[in-house]
T-cell receptor, first 111, second 115 residues
């Protein structure tokens, strides 16, 4: 079993839709959770960073962590064509050296 | 803040030659730099972790003599792909911890094509 599971998609939604991206994990020691956005041929860009359980909101983006279910989510409200990218979840046990990525979900927002 | 500058962004080289990729932390000190490789439509795979002033730690299956990592200063880490072969063609990305702000910041990546 992989440390982190993420549906690769592709996911296609109309502009303005609410997008839900998810990852599950198996290691109960994970405490630091991140979401990255990666445009084609570019390095990942940090979107959200959360510690332990709970919600965090930043503009149109909301990250949720449910440690009891080992499940994290990223919600994008009022999605825009510029949100079209691959979204990677990442997590680590201590915020230190070793952290694990999901395979990424490819999102296309259609105008 | 917490910007990592990675160069070159793309490079084409002949088989058997060596290629150096640089990552610089521009506005913070990066005592640790992670080097990743990403194949098309796949996630990032950690290759090695470099620490300023000490030897890099390589992940299982990564040839340390082929992928030379140097972390000479608190702002510069380099990855040299030696005797490159076509199978080394990939997207290489560096990343450093952002310190008190949390998370990790990535370089823009280097697309290496070996012909």
């Amino acid at each position: 079993q992989k440390e982190v599971e993420q549906d690769p998609g592709p996911l296609s939604v109309p502009e303005g839709a609410i997008v839900s991206l998810n990852c599950t994990y198996s290691n109960s020691a994970f405490q630091y959770f991140m979401w990255y956005r990666q445009y084609s041929r570019k390095g990942p860009e940090l979107l959200m960073y959360t510690y332990s359980s709970g919600n965090k909101e930043d503009g149109r983006f909301t990250a949720q962590v449910d440690k009891s279910s080992k499940y994290i989510s990223l919600f994008i409200r009022d999605s825009q064509p510029s949100d079209s990218a691959t979204y990677l979840c990442a997590m680590s046990a201590r915020g230190g050296n070793q952290f694990y990525f999901g395979t990424g979900t490819s999102l296309t927002v259609i105008p | 803040g917490a910007v990592v500058s990675q160069h070159p962004s793309w490079v084409i080289c002949k088989s058997g030659t060596s290629v150096k990729i640089e990552c610089r932390s521009l506005d913070f000190q990066a005592t640790t730099m992670f080097w990743y490789r990403q194949f098309p439509k796949q996630s990032l795979m950690l290759m090695a972790t470099s620490n300023e002033g000490s030897k890099a730690t390589y992940e299982q299956g990564v040839e340390k003599d082929k992928f030379l990592i140097n972390h000479a200063s608190l702002t510069l880490s380099t990855l040299t792909v030696t005797s490159a072969h076509p199978e080394d063609s990939s997207f290489y990305i560096c990343s450093a911890p952002r310190g008190s702000t949390g998370g990790y910041t990535f370089g823009s990546g280097t697309r290496l094509t070996v012909v």
